[in-house]
């Protein structure tokens, strides 16, 4: 080989090293739920469906397995799975049924500054090609494998995202990937950055299912987002006394003065006693936060 060439060569060998992608420590899989138990129509026992699981970790290149006991800094992340159902459904318009299988996994990690938890979710499907039992099984392990392959991939982004920078995350939010544009604006709302606000409570605005409400509810009392007051005191009219007592705590936690307006006004005014208890310990609690934190303590990063 020319020495030009094994020179341009050793070069572009040094740069593939150095932008090669991380690799993430993580524990043995675990599973969780009852559904795996004597499941005909996947036809595989809980151990199986962890060897498959960790054979797609394997095969993303992004994960190797650490035990617990290694050094702090490359301590692994705890892997959690749960297949919450398996069905077979049927889709407008296609003669065919359809194999699904759900997948909940959460990612866990303890010792550093604050332990770290994400819930990932992911629903693979596969058609149902051949009307027999062994067809049936065939599709549901196909959609079995596409959903493990689909949360790996989820968890490959997520951990990503914790890697980037805010200024790289708040480029993501524009990103044609919905999942990468998920990650990042949940990390960007655990780093309480200021971005993070108006999103989530567009989110909130838009949201129809209780979870995503509630998701995006907690985010936005992490952040101590006051702007979310008043979307906040919005949401509540009409609904449940159930939910009108979380939007009341909700409120609580945020803080600020419309906040206290809004939970004194309910505390003397609701008819429902069990919401008036509910602003008044809300009411309560903030009146205490406030005396032991002094202003100069909120920092310049809250999203008011």
Aim: charged fraction near 25%.
């Amino acid at each position: 080989m020319k020495p030009v060439l094994l020179l341009a060569s050793c070069v572009v060998l040094l740069g593939a090293c150095r932008w090669r992608a991380p690799r993430y420590p993580v524990a043995p899989v675990e599973l969780t739920g009852v559904t795996l138990q004597d499941n005909a129509l996947l036809g595989l026992a809980p151990e199986g469906v962890a060897t498959l699981f960790t054979v797609a970790l394997k095969d993303s290149g992004r994960f190797e397995q650490k035990g617990e006991d290694a050094p702090r800094e490359e301590r692994p992340w705890r892997l959690t799975l749960d297949v919450p159902f398996t069905r077979e459904v049927l889709k407008d318009g296609d003669p065919r049924s359809f194999a699904e299988v759900g997948a909940n996994l959460v990612l866990e990690r303890f010792g550093g500054r604050l332990p770290q938890r994400y819930e990932l979710v992911g629903l693979g499907e596969a058609p149902v090609e051949e009307d027999s039992p062994a067809g049936r099984q065939k599709a549901m392990r196909t959609a079995l494998a596409n959903v493990l392959r689909q949360v790996t991939e989820s968890a490959i982004m997520q951990l990503t995202a914790l890697d980037r920078t805010d200024d790289e995350l708040v480029l993501d939010l524009k990103a044609t990937d919905a999942r990468v544009r998920e990650f990042s604006l949940r990390t960007l709302a655990e780093r309480q950055h200021p971005a993070a606000a108006p999103l989530l409570i567009d989110r909130l605005k838009e949201a129809t299912d209780a979870e995503t409400v509630r998701r995006t509810m907690g985010a936005l009392v992490e952040m101590k987002a006051r702007v979310a007051v008043p979307v906040l005191i919005d949401l509540a009219r009409g609904r449940d006394l159930g939910f009108v007592q979380e939007i009341v705590f909700a409120v609580g936690e945020i803080g600020g003065p419309e906040a206290e307006a809004y939970l004194y006004t309910m505390a003397q005014g609701h008819d429902a006693p069990a919401v008036q208890a509910a602003a008044q310990q809300a009411l309560d609690t903030l009146y205490a936060s406030r005396k032991h934190s002094p202003a100069e303590a909120r920092g310049p990063g809250r999203a008011d």
